[in-house]
């Protein structure tokens, strides 16, 4: 959601993060934060650089063959006559942003008598909200050729026969701007979330 007030622009975030693996709960239990086990695919290209990111639904296999159809598939191709810049998000409140992060509670799981996972027993049910410091010494900016579901597919990414991209309810069917950024060593820091009162 975007919001301007008097020149002022607020941006308010929520994150859902695919991860490979949900051996660190600390994302669920500290910023509400739930994760989803997913594979992962990343394909580096030349001659123009680009790299080709794809994210699969989680298998009992971590392999990934040519019938798995991914959620997810983007090629980045960042800025060659552009020089890599240091970049901060200390600067947004001189810039007239507010990159603040909420995130609604994350009630724990009920287990109905079976065996649930750590990462679902935990959670939270207040509202959290902080502000994410991220810091990269190489950024510029990048393409970014998101590819749509092809195929005949239906909004929700259902009867995705032949597609290339099949969303079936892994994420919802977005139209993301042509220009993203190219971090190269980024580090993210999460502040100990502040409790909002509803």
């Not at 051996?23 to 123009?48: M, T, V, Y």
């Not at 749509?148 to 239906?154: A, D, N, R, V």
């Not at 099949?166 to 971090?183: A, D, K, S």
Request: hydrophobic share 35%.
């Amino acid at each position: 959601m975007v919001r301007t007030v008097t020149n002022y622009i607020r941006l308010i975030f929520k994150i859902n993060k695919f991860v490979s693996t949900t051996c660190n709960i600390s994302g669920r239990i500290n910023w509400n934060i739930p994760k989803h086990l997913a594979r992962f695919s990343f394909e580096r290209f030349s001659s123009p650089n680009r790299l080709k990111v794809q994210v699969f639904p989680p298998s009992s296999s971590p392999t990934i063959t040519e019938i798995d159809k991914p959620f997810f598939s983007a090629t980045l191709q960042p800025f060659s006559y552009i020089p890599a810049l240091p970049f901060s998000t200390k600067i947004s409140p001189w810039i007239g942003l507010d990159a603040t992060l909420t995130q609604p509670p994350l009630l724990p799981q009920e287990d109905e008598g079976k065996e649930l996972a750590p990462e679902l027993r935990s959670g939270s049910v207040e509202w959290l909200q902080m502000i994410p410091l991220v810091e990269c010494s190489k950024t510029r900016g990048c393409w970014v050729d998101y590819e749509q579901p092809q195929s005949g597919l239906s909004p929700d990414g259902n009867d995705g026969n032949g597609a290339g991209v099949q969303n079936q309810g892994w994420f919802p069917t977005v139209r993301p701007y042509r220009i993203g950024m190219w971090l190269e060593g980024a580090e993210i820091t999460a502040d100990i979330p502040k409790v909002l009162k509803t």
